[in-house]
């Protein structure tokens, strides 16, 4: 188990190294990279299977006692979500690759390397057990994902790029100064500590860092009104870095919250939280309402579902925390999957936008229903897993009286419904454009429709198994909210 | 069986849409299949007398999500109905369409798809399998009704059709979720009476679910639209079938809402104003199929009313009247569209004289529409006495609302329906018609005989509906469907509303048709949703401005309020101005360059006074004793300053000017979250609950470590995984600056 947790970081890195080393060999380093990411998620599954067996599982990096050092763990909240993210990752790889050399295709010499860097930063973030430690994983997203939205040097990207960069930035500096709080007032930042010990803190001080660590990660999870980094940047970047960070970058924000604030025990934020979550929905699926651009549609509407996200964890109940890890379980691949298909439609039609699309229904009726599926998943109708994950955080909601969060969730799903419509009537009715393309698609076709649908299938194997997902999510809740259990893995 | 049912339907699916690759003929034919099967099957059940056939699949079992079959009287009855008129549907349509009519593929399967959904809700014996095929339902209607999608009005109709729906359902979901905490259970044959502060709240949620789906005013703008569709569908879904599915839940849910005052009002309110406003409606309009559309409206608001009454025998009407409606009303749909395909229009101001080209749907419009006007001897005219005698049978207001409702809204049905038909098959200069089409005139036959065997064997009908409303309430049990009441009140009422109506319809017939009227409520819902599309623009740009500079403000601010906490549990007496007068003078400096390069106007100044900054802050690492820190820090200062110098370039000397009133804005802002970030840390350190572990630190670094500077240990052992992160850090930057380097490089390449 020691080597499974290792090699969800090593190898991703090393795998960036050797890809970077050889990057003008095509094969060899699309090679590389497929096999970084690929042991990575295959490590997670190793991860799950013996998490959901055996229990949590600690490293303690270098032998060092969580005092002093520090430690990977494996609880059942990270062992349910990380292989559900580094899988996202391999399958955009896979369309990446598909896709090169288009003008929609992003430059695989280095996306390859720098996917490999934001898949250790995002397997560290998931495990570890060390705030710092956290904070270094926030830089190598940072940094790579940065990388990554710049590196074809366009004056949009650059634009968008830096908002992005110092908003983050500066978010992460915040993240600093939280950890000289918490560590002036408890003397650690190892997490399992932290449980001791910030309870026990004067309550100003307790909810000071509450509320600090709220808005760092707010930003990082692009909350109102955090997120304006968000929808600008992420629709100028090539669709395949799109699709991971709609996939992944924001849910590692809502992910830490989920992890301090129920850790930590900061019920006393939920009220705070639940309006913040309540704008967030409503602001979200209006941005999203107001755009006239596949990909500008789909990225306000991941500041939306941050708002379910965060709603379910600003209820402080155990089936609000249970929904929220559920949400985060389902929103993953079908926020990636919707931008892969996004990325389809650019692809097949020349552009993203609704008012030069039409009637691809009738010539492409695959990669309609390949919208479809996770169209009507994100709007949160029965059988897919959107419907699985609203549910469980409305009826949380409604069982937790907390009317009007649970009012607003269902406007914002009303909003949402509309918004897909928007997209559905847009490019796939209608009337067809005045220029049809024609020509033969660029890139890879048979590729990048294989690696769509075998996310689209994820995302229904995940509506399939909603059932045994729940239950574990509710056992991830029950791990978070009973903090012993963590103490217990890590201090023993 | 009901496995194999529904798994013979998805089979269906895929095998309709491989036919249909041949053509849409033969995708509906292969479409008709399981629909047939699931009706004899269902018919064979209604002879025998078996047990409630049950299915059950859980989903999520956490959430109580899961499919849930019980095949019941109720259940029984409206399978009959789906599957029957279903596979009549795909009969007909085969002669509806041409054979080289677009949509081979999608039609049928999506057809077939809504078929199964509607058999998946009928049956459904747990709210959430309701909510989940409810919900299906609304989906494949989307698709069917924007079937010719090229043209902008089938686009807005069918988003109209999907919204109201789609909200409507949201607003069924909360309701449905209070009725299953308040009853304590979310199987439907086991709910009981509800009661409590949630169960108003229940009801009128649950009930405007309902309205929406069953196009109750003024949710109902959007069934007229949703003609737009084919005629079978109009027949299948949007007459016959799927509008049903808001009565149904009204019937289902009604043991639940027996003592919920709101939900009788509630319904009453719907059903009232939609059965007067929908023959209203019907009798404005000059589309034939329109008027059958407003025509709909008006009897679900009929059902509505009698179902929401609640008792016994109101029941037993409210689900003779649906039993009777699905057929007559099916019937009607399938001749417009024969009329429509045949002569080429439903103008009835165009339409006449086809009583003698059309004979059979002359007919068939006859009986079916004799049916809907409660005319004897036919179906329809047995389950509206049912209901005149539920009304008379009330006390207290609800009874003369109720009576007063039903009186008016069918003499206006009787009006609508003699105007349809004169309009359409009555005297006037004879229409050109195109041969008769046997796949479209057969079912339409079907239905309407029904209607008149129905009649004949009214004791079998109530054999069917009697069970199907005992389930929804005891009561019903003793009563029948009666084919001749004699000279009872509820007869002579039935002769005067005959009368009027008959009256009223004949002196409109006689005037000229009026223009086709405007559509008030659809215009409304529309624009309702454009102006949603418009406000969110608005509210969007005030959030998502693009300038970088008001977002970080906004940021600062949230920092500030994340700094107020600390200050509740400021304690000063554990605080110390200075160990050493030095750090005060140091931190004097530090301050006094910070603010400096705050309010400098040129970017070199700035540059240099940043540094100055992280020059006092050296020093104070020095007078703390770390002069290795400090001595890191000095570095990356003149690092950054050169990197700054050299970074600028062409960039002009000054920053651009700001407007004054920014300037203060920012510089509260500043001053404000640095007093609050200042005094946070201040305060965070007032009551530690745990102090850094140094003498462990310096122990563990010699003893185990192996090295003397505790500060290298740390970096390289007992927090090397940080520092791996961040050389990866470092070397991403350095990669990425390169690309952009490179890029750049191109650039410049390029223009030479």
Do not use: C
Not at chain 2, 221 to 247: C, E, N, Q
Not at chain 2, 615 to 634: E, K, M, R, Y
Not at chain 2, 657 to 677: A, K, N, P
């Amino acid at each position: 188990m020691n080597t499974v947790l290792t090699l969800m970081l090593v190898a991703p890195l090393l795998s960036a190294a050797l890809a970077f080393a050889v990057r003008r060999h095509d094969q060899l380093r699309d090679a590389l990279t497929l096999a970084g990411l690929g042991t990575a998620a295959g490590a997670s599954g190793v991860m799950f299977a013996t998490v959901a067996a055996d229990g949590p599982f600690v490293l303690r990096v270098g032998g060092w006692h969580p005092e002093l050092g520090i430690v990977l763990v494996a609880d059942r909240f990270a062992a349910l979500v990380l292989p559900v993210a580094l899988a996202i990752i391999f399958v955009v790889e896979l369309f990446a690759i598909g896709q090169r050399k288009t003008a929609w295709g992003s430059n695989p010499e280095l996306s390859g390397p720098m996917m490999g860097v934001l898949t250790a930063g995002v397997s560290l973030a998931m495990l570890t057990g060390d705030l710092f430690t956290l904070f270094v994983a926030f830089e190598l997203i940072l940094v790579s994902s940065y990388v990554l939205l710049t590196h074809q040097g366009q004056a949009a990207q650059l634009r968008a790029g830096m908002t992005y960069v110092v908003m983050n930035l500066l978010a992460s500096t915040l993240f600093l100064f939280g950890l000289a709080y918490v560590y002036a007032a408890t003397g650690t930042v190892n997490l399992a500590l932290l449980t001791e010990r910030i309870p026990e803190l004067p309550d100003g001080v307790r909810l000071g860092i509450g509320a600090w660590f709220f808005v760092v990660f707010g930003t990082k999870a692009a909350v109102f009104p955090l997120f304006s980094w968000l929808p600008d940047s992420y629709p100028t970047a090539p669709t395949t870095i799109t699709a991971v960070f709609a996939g992944l970058l924001t849910k590692i924000g809502i992910y830490a919250m989920i992890r301090f604030h129920t850790l930590m025990g900061m019920d006393q934020l939920g009220n705070t939280m639940l309006i913040i979550a309540g704008v967030t929905m409503i602001v979200g699926a209006l941005g999203a309402l107001a755009q006239s651009h596949v990909k500008r549609i789909l990225s306000f509407h991941i500041i939306s579902q941050i708002g379910y996200m965060l709603m379910g964890l600003g209820l402080f109940t155990a089936a609000g925390t249970a929904g929220a890890i559920l949400f985060l379980v389902h929103h993953m691949p079908v926020k990636t999957v919707l931008f892969l298909v996004g990325g389809l439609i650019e692809n097949d039609q020349g552009t993203g936008r609704l008012d030069r699309t039409g009637g691809l229904a009738r010539r492409r009726p695959l990669i309609a229903a390949l919208f479809a599926v996770p169209a009507l998943s994100l709007a949160g109708l029965p059988p897919f897993s959107g419907f699985v994950a609203k549910f469980a955080v409305i009826s949380a909601g409604i069982e937790a009286r907390a009317t009007p969060w649970v009012v607003l969730a269902l406007v914002a799903g009303a909003l949402t419904l509309l918004s897909m419509t928007k997209i559905w009537l847009g490019v796939f009715w209608g009337a067809d454009p005045d220029r049809v393309s024609v020509r033969r698609p660029p890139g890879n076709r048979p590729m990048m429709l294989a690696a769509t649908g075998i996310a689209v299938a994820g995302t229904l194997t995940i509506s399939a198994l909603a059932g045994p997902l729940f239950d574990l999510s509710v056992d991830a809740a029950e791990d978070l909210r009973d903090p012993e259990i963590y103490r217990t893995a890590v201090l023993r | 069986m009901l496995w194999t049912l529904l798994i013979a339907h998805l089979a269906g699916i895929v095998v309709a849409g491989v036919a249909g690759r041949r053509g849409i003929r033969a995708g509906l034919a292969a479409a008709a299949i399981a629909p047939a099967a699931t009706a004899t099957w269902a018919i064979s059940r209604l002879v025998g007398d078996a047990d409630p056939a049950t299915a059950e699949l859980v989903w999520v079992a956490g959430l109580d999500l899961g499919v849930s079959f019980r095949l019941d009287s109720m259940a029984l009855m409206m399978t009959t109905l789906v599957s029957g008129i279903g596979t009549l549907v795909f009969v007909y349509a085969i002669g509806y369409f041409s054979a080289g009519a677009d949509g081979g593929v999608r039609f049928p399967t999506a057809l077939l798809a809504f078929s199964t959904s509607m058999l998946g809700l009928v049956w459904a014996d747990s709210v959430w399998t309701l909510f989940i095929f409810w919900e299906f339902t609304s989906i494949t209607s989307f698709l069917l009704v924007g079937h010719k999608n090229t043209s902008a009005d089938v686009l807005r109709a069918a988003r109209r059709a999907l919204m109201i729906t789609g909200a409507g359902g949201l607003v069924l979901l909360a309701g449905l979720l209070l009725v299953a905490e308040a009853a304590g259970t979310t199987t439907i044959s086991e709910l009981g009476p509800i009661t409590g502060s949630s169960a108003s709240v229940a009801a009128i949620l649950v009930m405007v679910g309902a309205a929406t789906k069953s196009a109750q005013f003024p949710f109902h703008v959007w069934l007229p639209g949703a003609m737009a569709a084919p005629t079978p569908v109009s027949a299948y879904l949007h007459s016959a079938t799927m509008v049903k599915a808001g009565v149904l839940l009204v019937a289902v849910l009604s043991p639940a809402m027996i003592d919920v005052d709101a939900w009788l009002w509630t319904g009453l309110a719907f059903g009232v104003t939609s059965m007067l406003w929908g023959a209203i409606g019907a009798l404005r309009q000059r589309d034939a199929k329109l008027i059958l559309a407003w025509g709909t409206v008006s009897q679900l608001g009929l059902l509505v009313t009698v179902l929401s009454l609640g008792s016994g025998k109101a029941l037993f009407a409210g689900i003779s009247l649906l039993f009777a409606h699905a057929l007559f009303k099916a019937a009607l749909f399938l001749v417009v569209g024969e009329v429509d395909i045949r002569t080429g229009t439903r103008d009835i101001a165009e339409l006449g004289g086809l009583a003698r080209s059309m004979p059979i749907a002359a007919a068939v419009a006859a009986l079916a529409g004799l049916s809907m006007a409660g005319v004897p001897p036919l179906l329809g005219f047995m389950a509206k006495e049912a209901a005149i005698e539920a009304g008379l049978g009330l006390s207290g207001p609800e009874r003369w609302i109720a009576l007063g409702a039903i009186t008016g809204g069918s003499v206006l049905t009787v009006a609508y329906t003699l105007r349809f038909w004169i309009g359409t098959f009555g005297p006037g200069p004879a229409t050109e018609v195109a041969p008769r089409r046997l796949a479209m005139t057969a079912p339409a036959v079907l239905l309407a005989l029904a209607g008149v065997l129905g009649y004949v064997f009214a004791g079998q009908v109530t054999d069917i509906v009697g069970p199907a409303a005992v389930e929804a309430n005891e009561k019903a049990s003793v009563y029948e469907l009666i084919r001749w009441p004699g000279l009872k009140t509820a007869f002579v009422i039935s002769i005067g509303i005959v009368a009027a109506g008959t009256a009223l319809g004949w002196f409109l017939s006689a005037r000229p048709v009026g223009a086709a009227p405007r559509t008030v409520g659809a215009d409304a819902a529309d624009e309702t949703i454009e102006a949603t599309l418009r406000f969110a623009p608005d509210i969007t740009a005030r959030v998502q401005h693009g300038s970088l500079p008001v977002y970080l403000a906004t940021m600062i601010i949230a920092v500030i309020a994340a700094t107020m906490p600390f200050f509740a549990s400021a304690e000063i007496d554990h605080l110390v101005l200075w160990d050493r007068p030095l750090q005060a003078g140091l931190v004097a400096v530090t301050i006094v360059a910070a603010a400096t390069g705050a309010v400098v106007g040129s970017r070199l100044g700035a540059t240099l006074t940043l540094g100055a900054v992280g020059i006092g802050v050296s020093g104070i690492f020095v007078v703390h004793g770390a002069p290795d820190l400090a001595l890191t820090q000095l570095v990356v200062e003149t690092v950054i300053v050169v990197g700054f110098v050299l970074g600028f370039g062409s960039l002009a000397r000054e920053f651009p000017r700001s407007s004054e009133s920014w300037q203060t804005i920012r510089l509260v802002l500043s001053v404000i979250s640095g007093i609050g970030i200042m005094s946070a840390l201040a305060f965070a350190g007032s009551r530690p609950t745990g102090t850094a572990p140094i003498e462990a630190l310096t122990d563990e670094a010699v003893d185990v470590g192996g090295g003397k500077n505790v500060v290298n240990v740390i970096l390289t052992d007992i927090r090397a995984l940080d520092t791996l992160g961040e050389v990866v850090v470092l070397a991403t930057v350095a990669v990425g600056i390169l690309a952009l380097a490179r890029v750049r490089a191109d650039e410049v390449e390029a223009a030479s």
